[in-house]
């Protein structure tokens, strides 16, 4: 049973252009969620999606960040007009259920802006 | 706020030294506990939880950590340490009411030398 995946493993861009990272959860999970390690840092909870659905996005900053986890195929973080405090690393994790379940990690997506 | 509390964000330890990391949280209401640990340019893994029961928890690789609900605690501890236990360590607590975001520390990294 493969783990979580994610791509690109690391992300270059210019200020001002879109990131889009994915996220494919674990075979049968269908609870994603987003994290973000700024350098120096713990994670910090962005984004909990279900199929289809934004469950807490309490996380998200307000502007020119977006997910979707679609019925098929891999969930999405976009992050418009990049800036150079968007580099970190960005994690996803997925659980099969709710309250409780135990999340696995992908290995993250390094996003780095010049 | 709910927020989770890591004293020691760096610990350097001879092996076979006994190791303590500590972890403290904010919130007095129900907690579901983790430790996750990340391995030099590996995904951040599951080394314990605690949900409920004994306080007393046994994890992964010889790992253990005790709960102690008086003092918002759940240090982690390992009697002898390896060389292969290099790595960042991450508390995460989930709160009750928060849908299932976990709240992380911002890690101790743990350099253990032969």
């Known amino acids: 049973n493969a783990g979580v995946m994610q791509n690109p493993r690391h992300l270059v861009r210019r200020r001002g252009q879109e990131a889009r990272l994915r996220c494919s959860p674990m075979?049968?999970?269908?609870?994603v969620y987003w994290y973000r390690q700024l350098p120096e840092e713990g994670l910090k909870f962005m984004v909990y999606l279900q199929k289809e659905n934004i469950i807490d996005e309490s996380g998200m900053p307000k502007e020119r960040f977006s997910a979707e986890f679609p019925k098929e195929g891999p969930s999405i973080l976009r992050i418009q007009q990049v800036v150079r405090g968007d580099s970190a690393a960005y994690f996803c994790?997925?659980?099969?259920?709710?309250?409780?379940?135990?999340?696995?990690f992908g290995p993250g997506t390094r996003l780095t802006v010049l | 706020a709910q927020s989770v509390s890591q004293h020691n964000h760096h610990v350097i330890l001879s092996e076979a030294a006994s190791l303590e990391l500590g972890c403290n949280y904010s919130?007095?209401?129900?907690?579901?506990l983790f430790w996750y640990v990340q391995y030099p340019g590996q995904h951040l893994q599951l080394l314990l939880k605690?949900?409920?029961?004994?306080?007393l928890v046994k994890g992964i690789k010889g790992f253990e950590a005790e709960f102690i609900k008086s003092k918002f605690s759940f240090n982690l501890r390992k009697p002898s340490v390896q060389w292969s236990d290099t790595a960042e360590y991450f508390c995460a607590v989930l709160f009750s009411g928060g849908y299932n975001k976990l709240i992380f520390g911002a890690g101790t990294r743990l350099a253990v030398h032969p």
């Open positions: 605690y949900f409920s029961g004994d306080p």
């Open positions: 075979k049968g999970h269908s609870h």
């Open positions: 994790a997925s659980s099969p259920g709710t309250r409780g379940n135990e999340q696995f």
């Open positions: 919130y007095g209401g129900t907690v579901n």
